[in-house]
């Protein structure tokens, strides 16, 4: 990854939804959130087949390859590369998604966005982007 890029974006909060760092404090809810919904995330902008910055996850993996995941990406949203930020629901604090802000590497924008949310929660996407 690169050089510091900004300051964490404030995240938006709503009745909805709450965005907050992701972290490895949500390994076990992140983890059931997106294995739950491998096929819905699949059909999101950014996360189909064929989408020019896709990277093929969401793919099975271990509750220990999540974990490790996490500690990354809070890794570099403390080093200011990149921020995560986990979507939850208030009332309930489960993990129903997560926004990935990025630096845009293709020069276009100084970040680039992608979002997904739960297959349950698919509602809740046009709200995010």
């Known amino acids: 990854m690169g050089a510091p890029v900004t300051d964490p974006p404030s995240p938006p909060r709503g009745q909805v939804f709450r965005l907050e760092p992701l972290g490895p404090e949500h390994n076990q809810r992140d983890h059931a ?4 919904s491998i096929e819905h995330i699949h059909t999101l ?3 189909r087949e064929g989408d020019i910055d896709a990277t093929g996850w969401p793919y099975e993996m ?3 390859d ?4 996490l500690v990354m990406h809070r890794r570099e949203f403390n080093e200011r590369i990149a ?3 986990s979507v ?5 604090d489960d993990v129903i998604g997560c926004v990935y802000i990025d630096p845009d590497d293709k020069g276009d924008a100084e970040m ?4 997904w949310t739960r297959a349950s929660h698919a509602h809740l996407y046009e709200d995010l982007n």
């Not at 999540?66 to 995941?69: E, I, K, R, V, Y």
């Not at 939850?88 to 309930?92: H, R, S």
């Open 33 to 36: 959130a997106w294995m739950g």
């Open 62 to 64: 271990s509750l220990d």
């Open 83 to 85: 921020y995560v930020y």
């Open 66 to 69: 999540n974990l490790a995941d």
């Open 45 to 47: 902008p950014g996360f």
């Open 112 to 115: 680039k966005m992608i979002c």
């Open 88 to 92: 939850l629901d208030p009332a309930t």
